[in-house]
């Protein structure tokens, strides 16, 4: 579980073409002021540590946001941040050092490949792109590395892109970045498809290169195709949040704290503008969907890949409607397939192709009508302790069903 502040809400510096928050900012959504005593009440009420968040979170007065984080570390012994990176100055970067904040920073590539992070105009957003990567290397240079989000898309991530983007990854890794997130784009309307949106085939021929670099990258991990092959391998407690069955109504893996402290959920899942109040009862309505429904309809019935998938993240499903699978199917589908032939290969059985993953799929199925939820690893160590206990007919209840982690870096884009 991660627990997102959002003192100013989606209030942001720029104007990513493509961001997922839009349709709150176009609703006109977007907070001015907050309550430092009321946002530090929720974080305790949700059990911490938190991550401040955006929007931008780094548009918050530095006094503001020295005592956040000096109440922080004293609370929890750490912090945790999400930005652009386009605002960080001598006084953020004493901050993170002093009160032992994890960075995370949002940029998709190295100059006019980060266009699609719009600051107004071409001159603005390309000097904001050099204060963003100024600021990657001085946090390297500083000794505390920041972790990078890069969404894929038009502007980044087809042909000669590609290449410039494999070399600036490697140029990271020198620098001592260890850990990135690949997102694919989440298309929140008509026009940011049109616009930025890949076709299946680029998707996966990008993600596939992206593949084939880490393989050759020694220290910089693109943590999607370890969580795959954990996935695969049953071996998925840590792997993101995408991966969990998240209810869109409360998400499990964001417990969003707002300016004055009312609970929201991630922003991934808000396709209508305006931050809902958080279920107080989660449910797997959608997986239980997804498990019946065929293909051809939305569903994901008869994909061996289920297990692993779960139809992937509600904020990215068909037609924005959170009942139907990712509309990125074709591509996670894609890569599942070349990750299990590289297993075969090497003599390992996935359980997308071991005769035990009918079990763990009843298991599951079990516990989502049951309203609970855990890992594939869960499922198999209660599946083993049932085959070596004597006891006979032990609930399914006793299976572990704590919150699906975000892993090394958060998840969202700032």
Excluded at 299 to 316: A, I, W
């Amino acid at each position: 579980m991660s627990v997102e502040l959002r003192p100013l809400g989606v209030a942001c510096n720029i104007q990513c073409q493509y961001c997922y928050q839009n349709p709150q900012r176009d609703a006109g959504n977007v907070p001015r002021s907050y309550d430092l005593d009321a946002m530090k009440a929720a974080v305790e009420r949700e059990g911490g540590p938190f991550t401040l968040f955006g929007g931008e979170a780094l548009l918050v007065p530095e006094a503001d946001l020295e005592d956040l984080l000096a109440w922080g570390l004293e609370r929890y012994g750490s912090n945790s941040i999400q930005t652009n990176g386009v605002l960080i100055n001598d006084a953020h970067a004493r901050m993170f050092r002093q009160y032992k904040v994890d960075v995370g920073i949002s940029i998709d590539g190295p100059g006019e490949l980060n266009d699609a992070r719009w600051a107004g105009t071409l001159e603005r957003t390309r000097e904001a792109t050099a204060k963003a990567e100024a600021a990657i290397e001085r946090l390297c240079g500083e000794g505390t590395p920041p972790s990078l989000i890069i969404t894929l898309h038009r502007g980044n991530a087809t042909g000669a892109a590609l290449p410039t983007m494999h070399d600036w990854l490697r140029r990271l890794q020198a620098m001592g970045i260890r850990n990135a997130r690949l997102h694919a784009l989440e298309v929140e309307s008509d026009d940011v498809g049109a616009a930025y949106a890949l076709t299946p085939e680029e998707n996966m021929a990008a993600f596939t290169s992206f593949a084939r670099l880490e393989a050759d990258l020694t220290t910089l991990r693109l943590d999607v195709f370890d969580d795959m092959r954990n996935l695969l391998r049953g071996t998925d407690d840590q792997t993101t949040c995408v991966w969990n069955a998240c209810d869109p109504y409360t998400t499990r893996a964001v417990r969003g704290v707002e300016g004055y402290g009312q609970a929201s959920n991630c922003g991934r899942t808000n396709k209508d503008g305006i931050d809902f109040v958080k279920a107080p009862v989660e449910g797997f309505e959608r997986y239980l969907a997804l498990y019946a429904t065929p293909q051809e309809h939305g569903g994901c019935s008869g994909c061996r890949f289920f297990l692993m998938c779960k139809g992937q993240c509600p904020g990215t499903a068909i037609d924005g409607d959170w009942r139907n699978r990712t509309e990125h199917c074709d591509l996670w589908k894609g890569l599942f397939r070349g990750l299990e032939e590289q297993l075969l290969d090497a003599g390992e059985v996935p359980l997308s192709a071991s005769p035990e993953r009918a079990d763990v799929e009843a298991a599951f199925l079990e516990l989502w009508a049951a309203g609970q939820t855990t890992s594939i690893a869960g499922v198999k160590r209660w599946m083993a302790e049932q085959h070596e206990s004597t006891a006979v007919g032990a609930p399914l209840g006793d299976v572990e069903h704590g919150d699906a982690p975000h892993g090394d870096v958060p998840h969202g884009d700032a």
